[in-house]
Every structure is written in structure tokens, then in C-alpha cells.
């Protein structure tokens, strides 16, 4: 079973840019596509970003070329750059497997705000 601890959120002013990081557990964490994900509050979570096993990168519409998801398979480590980030970008960020395989881990709060 892989665990996951993300961290890098916090408070940050409309068009910041920071980065999200994914430390997994486990030998198997190279075998897994892994995506970041977010929930809003009053909003169901969502897939915000995908990267296959090979590297491989999908985003969802909303990102609009403003995030990349890179993964580092020796350190077990995935990361989600934000770029030109807006209120609407507020939510707790996870990152798990796609699908969800794991179980989720606490998440990072990233808020948008001046």
C-alpha cells in the first residue's frame, strides 16, 4: 500500500506560482499513473492533472497550460507546478493514484487571495 503526504500549499496572492509536492511511500509508486487532484469548498474533488507511469501528462480543461505535473520515480516524489493562479484555483490539492487507489492523504490547502 502506497502512502502519500503532499505539502507546499498555503496563502497566495492572485498569479502566484507555487509547487505542490507528493512524497509516496512504497516500492510499486513508479508503476502507478498518479494525478493531483482538487475539492473546493461545497464542491466534489477533481482531477486536476495526470502523469503515467512513463511520463506521460494530461491536464483538465480548466488548467488552461497553467500547471505541469512532473514526477520523480527514484525519490518517489510528484509535484504540480502552479503558474497564474486565480480565486477560482482556491481548493485542498491531493495527490493519489488514477483512479484513486490509495487511501487519500491530509492534502495541501492553497488559497487565493490578496
Known amino acids: 500500500q502506497v502512502q502519500l503526504v503532499e505539502s507546499g500549499g498555503g496563502l497566495v496572492q492572485p498569479g502566484g506560482s507555487p509547487r505542490l509536492s507528493c512524497a509516496a511511500s512504497g516500492s510499486m509508486f513508479s508503476l502507478y499513473d498518479m494525478g493531483w487532484y482538487r475539492q473546493a469548498p461545497g464542491k466534489q474533488r477533481e482531477l486536476v492533472a495526470r502523469?503515467?507511469?512513463?511520463?506521460?501528462?494530461n491536464y483538465a480543461g480548466f488548467v488552461k497550460g497553467r500547471f505541469t505535473i512532473s514526477r520523480d520515480n527514484a525519490k518517489n516524489m510528484m509535484y504540480l507546478q502552479m503558474n497564474s493562479l486565480n480565486p477560482e484555483d482556491t481548493a485542498v490539492y491531493y495527490c493519489?493514484?488514477?483512479?484513486?487507489?490509495?487511501?487519500w492523504g491530509q492534502g495541501t490547502q492553497v488559497t487565493v487571495s490578496s
Open positions: 502523469i503515467t507511469s512513463g511520463g506521460s501528462q
Open positions: 493519489n493514484a488514477v483512479p484513486a487507489l490509495f487511501q
